[in-house]
């Protein structure tokens, strides 16, 4: 069974830039939602993909978009990089239908905006 | 969603019992207790979840009293391989199934 990666490990941007993250989900996972962990903090929820439509959204700004694709894997796309946007970015796939919807991390992008 | 509130760190030693108590007083009905752990530069991890009374898996034990206020997340004789942070959420059972992780507990285990 694969787990859940992440690609890429760590990435570099300036300010202003736009960047994509990706996610390749658990084998039969079909449900992917998204993290933002800044240093010191939990993960707070960024949006949720299902069957290739965004299922629930945290309160992130619409530069935050991602897709998904027929075969679950997923992008996170951020347009204007702010400062701010420096942290760990974490996918996470679970079932839907699982009762106790356990949701599986990959080990996240560290992401850092100069 | 339940707000919850644990303590920002704890220490222990090796072979240990460590117990961290977490607080949900406005817990809904349909929410489970889930706990999960971090290790730096990692994702956070699956560890229990459990609605009522006791849940027990190979890794932990779940404590969770009568009136759902509270719960005790219990590591039997932990090792320096438990430095961690942990997390415990409300998670609502219906709806959006995001998760809402608080600021968690921070665990170092010493030799």
């Known amino acids: 069974e694969t787990g859940v990666t992440q690609s890429p490990t760590h990435l570099i941007k300036t300010r202003g830039q736009q960047v994509t993250l990706r996610c390749s989900s658990q084998?039969?996972?079909?449900?992917v939602s998204w993290y933002q962990q800044a240093l010191g903090q939990g993960p707070q929820f960024i949006f949720q993909?299902?069957?290739?439509?965004?299922?629930g959204r945290g309160n992130f700004p619409p530069r935050f978009s991602g897709l998904q694709f027929p075969n679950y894997s997923s992008e996170l796309n951020v347009n204007a990089l702010e400062l701010d946007d420096s942290a760990l970015y974490l996918c996470?796939?679970?079932?839907?239908?699982?009762?106790?919807?356990?949701?599986?991390f990959g080990p996240g992008t560290r992401l850092t905006v100069l | 969603l339940a707000k919850t509130t644990q303590p920002i760190s704890m220490d222990s030693y090796e072979g240990q019992e460590v117990n961290i108590t977490c607080s949900h007083n406005?817990?809904?009905?349909?929410?489970?207790i889930t706990w999960y752990q971090q290790f730096p530069s990692q994702g956070p991890r699956f560890i229990i979840q459990?609605?009522?009374t006791k849940v027990t898996n190979e890794v932990a034990s779940l404590f969770i009293p009568a009136d759902r206020k509270s719960s005790t997340l219990s590591l039997p004789r932990v090792s320096l391989s438990d430095t961690a942070v942990y997390y415990c959420?409300?998670?609502?059972?219906?709806?959006?199934?995001?998760?809402?992780f608080g600021s968690g507990t921070r665990l170092q285990v010493q030799p």
């Open positions: 996470a796939s679970s079932l839907a239908g699982d009762p106790t919807d356990t949701q599986y």
């Open positions: 084998s039969g996972h079909n449900t």
């Open positions: 993909y299902y069957r290739e439509e965004e299922n």
């Open positions: 406005n817990i809904a009905t349909n929410d489970y």
């Open positions: 459990g609605y009522k």
């Open positions: 959420l409300a998670r609502q059972d219906t709806g959006r199934r995001a998760l809402t």
